[in-house]
């Protein structure tokens, strides 16, 4: 850590805002939610509503992404075998997902295309830290799930609203039109993790559905109030690939393991945690999806009866646990590694 650390602060902090050119070849996948944001401008991106983890976390990088690291120094980081001589990388990486997972993702990709003193891609550098931690942490036999907290986007509390089933019609061809697609609308109730948020304008059918005045419409709904993903309802649900998916007509049968269209519920609520996804880049915007983790550990637990279910006890607390308990003892965690 201190090879990093004292490397960020002597090498000074340039940023030289240029032209954009994403690292995207098109756009990848069309239907359900895409959501439009306008392209990184500098590196690092920094903000004034960050606070002081985050702001390092990010002249760290850009310091390091600036430098010729040595073989010397590689071999020394690779030769660290205590999570307490790490546990400052986690801090600051947590910080900046917390912050604003889609400006890291942009930062990640592209930010080489806009400072040019850059060596790489963040997002390699930040990949080959996070896999010396797990390697780290499992070797210590950790329980406390610090690196899933860390590379999530976003943990919510939601009640599901509304889902339509749709087509990725620029994925790979099923039956002539495309890979089925889950699009759920949803209402956040309580945030884990996440400051600024992907949100978009709710549905008319959610209108209808929290209607006023015997009108069956709610038009003083604020812009941006809803929370929009998507998720594959082809993968599988213990992780490691996607199930085949057979054309049936006009619908399909969903073979395997497969989460299939009834994996989440309307009017139901959910502990979910999110990937942002960075899609493609049109010239104007950069277009991101989210979608629940889905790896055959975390990802999706149903709240019921005010209690979080959890059948595999990934985090260590039961099978079924109070929802208070369970959102509490994320919270302890995370406090950990905001606070080594």
Same mark, same amino acid.
């Given at each position: 850590?201190?090879?990093?650390?004292?490397?960020?602060?002597?090498?000074?902090?340039?940023?030289?805002?240029?032209?954009? +050119?994403?690292?995207?070849?098109?756009? $990848? =996948?069309?239907?359900?939610?895409?959501?439009?944001?306008?392209?990184?401008?500098?590196?690092?991106?920094?903000?004034?509503?960050?606070?002081?983890?985050?702001?390092?976390?990010?002249?760290?990088? %850009?310091?390091?992404?600036?430098?010729?690291?040595?073989?010397?120094?590689?071999?020394?980081? %690779?030769?660290?075998? =205590? +999570?307490?001589? #790490?546990?400052? +990388?986690?801090?600051?990486?947590?910080?900046? $997902?917390?912050?604003?997972?889609?400006?890291?993702?942009?930062?990640?990709?592209?930010?080489?295309?806009?400072?040019? =003193?850059?060596?790489?891609?963040?997002?390699?550098?930040?990949?080959?830290?996070?896999? !010396?931690?797990?390697?780290?942490?499992?070797?210590?036999?950790?329980?406390?799930?610090?690196?899933?907290?860390?590379?999530? /986007?976003?943990?919510?509390?939601?009640?599901?609203?509304?889902?339509?089933? %749709?087509?990725?019609?620029?994925?790979?061809?099923?039956?002539?039109?495309?890979?089925?697609?889950?699009?759920?609308?949803?209402?956040?109730?309580?945030?884990?993790?996440?400051?600024?948020?992907?949100?978009?304008?709710?549905?008319? #059918?959610?209108?209808?559905?929290?209607?006023?005045?015997?009108?069956?419409?709610?038009?003083?709904?604020?812009?941006?109030?809803?929370?929009?993903?998507?998720?594959?309802?082809?993968?599988? !649900?213990?992780?490691?690939?996607?199930?085949?998916?057979?054309?049936?007509?006009? =619908?399909?049968?969903?073979?395997?393991? /497969? #989460? &299939?269209?009834?994996?989440?519920?309307?009017?139901?609520?959910?502990?979910?945690?999110?990937?942002?996804?960075?899609?493609?880049?049109?010239?104007?915007?950069?277009?991101?999806?989210?979608?629940?983790?889905?790896?055959?550990?975390?990802?999706?637990?149903?709240?019921?009866?005010?209690?979080?279910?959890?059948?595999?006890?990934?985090?260590?607390?039961?099978?079924?646990?109070?929802?208070?308990?369970?959102? /509490? &003892? #994320?919270?302890?965690?995370?406090?950990?590694?905001?606070?080594?």
């Amino acid at each position: 850590m201190k090879i990093l650390i004292v490397l960020a602060f002597l090498i000074p902090v340039s940023v030289r805002a240029q032209s954009v +050119f994403p690292d995207s070849s098109g756009p $990848t =996948s069309a239907g359900c939610y895409r959501l439009a944001v306008p392209p990184l401008t500098e590196a690092p991106p920094l903000h004034s509503d960050m606070n002081l983890s985050t702001l390092l976390g990010y002249l760290y990088l %850009d310091s390091v992404m600036r430098s010729h690291i040595t073989s010397a120094q590689w071999a020394a980081f %690779d030769s660290i075998h =205590s +999570f307490d001589s #790490l546990k400052y +990388f986690l801090k600051y990486l947590y910080a900046i $997902t917390a912050y604003d997972p889609v400006l890291f993702e942009e930062y990640g990709n592209d930010a080489p295309f806009i400072n040019p =003193s850059y060596t790489g891609k963040p997002a390699a550098m930040v990949n080959y830290i996070e896999e !010396k931690i797990g390697r780290v942490l499992h070797a210590k036999g950790d329980t406390t799930q610090m690196m899933y907290l860390t590379s999530a /986007s976003y943990i919510l509390h939601i009640k599901v609203k509304n889902i339509f089933r %749709d087509w990725d019609t620029l994925g790979h061809i099923v039956g002539g039109k495309g890979t089925p697609q889950a699009c759920v609308e949803a209402s956040i109730l309580d945030t884990i993790k996440g400051q600024h948020i992907l949100t978009g304008d709710c549905s008319w #059918l959610y209108r209808i559905g929290n209607g006023h005045n015997g009108s069956g419409i709610n038009d003083s709904t604020p812009t941006g109030a809803c929370f929009h993903f998507e998720y594959d309802p082809a993968s599988n !649900k213990g992780g490691g690939g996607v199930s085949f998916v057979h054309p049936s007509n006009d =619908s399909v049968v969903f073979t395997g393991n /497969s #989460l &299939g269209w009834d994996a989440l519920h309307s009017d139901s609520e959910y502990i979910m945690f999110f990937n942002v996804l960075y899609e493609d880049y049109d010239g104007t915007n950069c277009y991101f999806i989210v979608r629940p983790i889905m790896d055959g550990e975390g990802g999706i637990y149903p709240v019921m009866g005010g209690n979080v279910l959890d059948p595999k006890n990934h985090w260590r607390m039961g099978t079924s646990v109070n929802l208070d308990a369970f959102e /509490s &003892g #994320l919270k302890n965690t995370i406090y950990k590694i905001q606070n080594p």
